[in-house]
T-cell receptor
Framework: DSGVTQTPKHLITATGQRVTLRCSPR?????VYWYQQSLDQGLQFLIQ???????AKGNILERFSAQQFPDLHSELNLSSLELGDSALYFC??????????????FGSGTRLTVV | GEDVEQSLFLSVREGDSSVINCTYT??????LYWYKQEPGAGLQLLTY?????DMKQDQRLTVLLNKKDKHLSLRIADTQTGDSAIYFC???????????FGSGTQLTVLP
């Protein structure tokens, strides 16, 4: 157990729907990162939050949004889902706001299947 | 932008050494990492090296860094079947707020 908790582990939904993925960071970590892992794109950085505020944005689609709550858990919202959004979505956490000096701690991921 | 490249596949015999290679483009990379991903699991940090180091050894793992060529390698000694996984190289710099990952190398250990 890495200490980063992601729910649900698996999600199957239809095109056009909206889903919410949840992440609880490791105790004491203030930063949360979301990554998408697909076969053709590899691991793509989506977005980072630090202590409730958006810190950095990567290749995140406009249909996707995220937030980090006062208790530091984060949610990634995916809407108007398309078949191509099927992927593994990982959350990672780190202690600080910027430098990933000692790497991130990853959760086990949420596997999203859009049918 | 930053780019990290790895070969996609590597097969070795159990007991042999494995060497997984990675190249990166960002000359300001300060920290370089190796992660391991087993089937159905998240990424597990194996080891990291600072850019002012040439080598780091941790039990069966040896990381070599050639900063001039922007080349990083991970050597696994006495490779076991339990080492079969995808290995990701990643880089981060002092100014970056997130890590950039390579595409991963699928290591298959044959009995």
């Amino acid at each position: 157990d890495s200490g980063v908790t992601q729910t649900p582990k698996h999600l199957i939904t239809a095109t056009g729907q909206r889903v919410t993925l949840r992440c609880s960071p490791r105790s004491g970590d203030l930063s949360v990162y979301w990554y998408q892992q697909s076969l053709d794109q590899g691991l793509q950085f989506l977005i980072q939050y630090y202590n409730g505020e958006e810190r950095a944005k990567g290749n995140i689609l406009e249909r996707f949004s995220a937030q980090q709550f006062p208790d530091l858990h984060s949610e990634l919202n995916l809407s108007s889902l398309e078949l191509g959004d099927s992927a593994l979505y990982f959350c990672a956490s780190s202690a600080g706001p910027g430098q990933a000096n000692y790497g991130y701690t990853f959760g086990s991921g949420t596997r999203l299947t859009v049918v | 932008g930053e780019d990290v490249e790895q070969s996609l596949f590597l097969s070795v015999r159990e007991g042999d050494s494995s060497v997984i290679n990675c190249t990166y483009t960002d000359s300001s990379s300060t920290y370089l990492y190796w992660y391991k991903q087993e089937p159905g699991a998240g990424l597990q940090l194996l080891t990291y090296i600072f850019s002012n180091m040439d080598m780091k050894q941790d039990q069966r793992l040896t990381v070599l860094l050639n900063k001039k060529d922007k080349h990083l390698s991970l050597r696994i000694a006495d490779t076991q079947t339990g080492d079969s996984a995808i290995y990701f190289c990643a880089e981060g710099s002092g100014s970056a707020r997130q890590l950039t990952f390579g595409s991963g190398t699928q290591l298959t250990v044959l009995p």
